[in-house]
């Protein structure tokens, strides 16, 4: 006698259940299996148990409340999460990662303690179209960067695996932004991770002069700098800006800051990196 028991024999409570321990990816491809199960696979039952335990609390946040006005169902209110939403007055976005129901946020410059960013003369301060925020920080000169964000892992998914990027652009006249790598540190509880990340990729043209100039000697400092450890650089994002990771951590169950910082202290005068903020996502 064949003892297999199907899935589609099983009590419709017991679907609600095992639904609700697998991911909202998992859930709409349920949905396509049978239309015996489309109810199921789109419950409220279901899709509550996706949603973030202080759901209420992020909605409550949101800069505008008309986003939820018409929303019905505990499906459509994770959908409209998962897109990029303002908070806390404007200064933080956040989204649900559309697999897994995972949060994100994305701090804003304001957000940011930056190094004499309250300055004029280093930093102006300015609205540009391509960013979701009223306001990005250009820098003008320095010769000392340091930015550093902070977030608590109670406001992240727990026990999860996270990384932190810094979201910029570099202008068109920037300079001394590519003389040497940054130093990125990522500091939670009494642990710290450390590395290095380049603001900016060179162009072809300024390395062949570099070599022109420097010879091999130029090549062996790099490589010794590659060798000592992964040296992060900028890399393109959907949303048309730039990304360089700072690090990573692991969100456990216990509550603690994290604090994320990028810093260059080799006193060479640079200017022209544009900040948005910094995106903390599961990675």
Excluded at 247 to 255: L, T
Aim: with cysteine; charged share 25%.
């Amino acid at each position: 006698m064949n003892s297999t028991t199907s899935i589609f024999s099983l009590p419709e409570d017991c679907i609600y259940a095992i639904l609700s321990h697998t991911s909202p990816q998992d859930a709409c491809r349920f949905s396509l299996v049978s239309n015996t199960f489309v109810s199921v696979a789109n419950s409220n039952l279901v899709w509550k148990t996706f949603l973030p335990s202080d759901y209420e609390d992020i909605v409550s946040r949101v800069l505008n409340p008309f986003t939820f006005k018409f929303i019905s169902s505990y499906k459509q209110l994770f959908r409209t999460l998962s897109r990029p939403l303002l908070l806390d007055g404007g200064n933080k976005s956040f989204r649900l990662e559309k697999c897994w129901g995972k949060k994100c946020y994305l701090l804003s410059a304001r957000e940011l303690s930056i190094a004499w960013s309250i300055d004029p003369m280093f930093w102006i301060w300015k609205p540009i179209p391509e960013s979701r925020f009223a306001e990005v920080a250009e820098l003008k000169t320095v010769n000392w960067l340091e930015i550093e964000g902070t977030i608590r892992s109670q406001n992240l998914t727990a026990n999860t695996l996270y990384a932190a990027y810094l979201v910029m652009k570099v202008s068109d006249g920037a300079y001394g932004l590519d003389s040497g790598p940054s130093d990125v540190t990522i500091e939670m509880g009494n642990k710290v991770k450390r590395g290095k990340a380049y603001l900016c990729n060179k162009d072809e043209n300024k390395c062949n002069m570099e070599t022109l100039f420097y010879g091999n000697r130029r090549n062996r400092v790099v490589q010794a700098q590659e060798d000592r450890g992964n040296i992060h650089v900028p890399a393109k994002r959907l949303d048309g800006w730039m990304e360089i990771e700072i690090g990573e951590f692991f969100s456990g169950e216990s509550d603690e800051e994290i604090k994320m910082t990028l810093t260059e202290l080799g006193y060479q005068l640079k200017g022209g990196l544009i900040v948005e903020g910094i995106e903390v996502r599961p990675k």
